[in-house]
T-cell receptor
Framework: KNEVEQSPQNLTAQEGEFITINCSYSVGISALHWLQQHPGGGIVSLFM???GKKKHGRLIATINIQEKHSSLHITASHPRDSAVYICAVRSNTGNQFYFGTGTSLTVIP | GAGVSQSPSNKVTEKGKDVELRCDPI?????LYWYRQSLGQGLEFLIY????????KSGLPSDRFSAERTGGSVSTLTIQRTQQEDSAVYLC??????????????FGPGTRLTVT
């Protein structure tokens, strides 16, 4: 049973394209996180949100609590955006974090 | 300032041996998490420390795994009698006060454990 589902699993885009990665979850949450993991590199937290929408540069994250769904958008994608993007949720009944299996994004110049 | 550091960065051990992995969180961060990322799989929650409270060990996969956090700072994850399925990258993350609130987590670079 996967508490967090992401789609797509893999995504290839041309530089400049608008990208959307989706995340659905089945548990009650206190917050949802979007993480970025570069090949061979560490993990960086992009967003933490519990409602609405957040924007940072070319990245936008939205969450719909009623539908238990979040999206991560990348505008004007660039090859340096190539990474694995991971959705994670913190359970509202404890300290458990549940992770999606990640979306591997490749942006081609 | 300094981020989360972990040591060693790589560890190769023989099956059956014990290993200790270390995490130095960001100074002032009271919440500390251990995660595991197996090859081709997603991140898996292992254990959570918050201040002086009893740790949440609900994610530990077996009693061969244990962790402690001394003085509310440095944490050590110990795996006893290692098995090949323990091979993974072990990640540590820290954040400010947690409790019922969720704060941004800062991840360490991880320790890649290989059990031969």
């Amino acid at each position: 049973k996967n508490e967090v589902e992401q789609s797509p699993q893999n995504l290839t885009a041309q530089e400049g394209e608008f990208i959307t990665i989706n995340c659905s979850y089945s548990v009650g949450i206190s917050a949802l996180h979007w993480l970025q993991q570069h090949p061979g590199g560490g993990i960086v937290s992009l967003f933490m949100l519990s409602s609405g929408k957040k924007k940072h540069g070319r990245l936008i994250a939205t969450i719909n609590i009623q539908e238990k769904h979040s999206s991560l958008h990348i505008t004007a994608s660039h090859p340096r955006d190539s990474a694995v993007y991971i959705c994670a949720v913190r359970s509202n009944t404890g300290n458990q974090f549940y992770f999606g299996t990640g979306t591997s994004l490749t942006v081609i110049p | 300032g300094a981020g989360v550091s972990q040591s060693p960065s790589n560890k190769v051990t023989e099956k059956g041996k014990d290993v200790e992995l270390r995490c130095d969180p960001i100074s002032g961060h009271t919440a500390l998490y251990w995660y595991r990322q197996s090859l081709g799989q997603g991140l898996e929650f292992l254990i959570y420390f918050q201040g002086n409270s009893a740790p949440d060990k609900s994610g530990l996969p077996s009693d061969r795994f244990s962790a402690e956090r001394t003085g509310g700072s440095v944490s050590t994850l110990t795996i006893q009698r290692t098995q090949q399925e323990d091979s993974a990258v072990y990640l540590c993350a820290s954040s400010l006060l947690s409790g019922t609130s969720s704060y941004e987590q800062y991840f360490g670079p991880g320790t890649r454990l290989t059990v031969t």
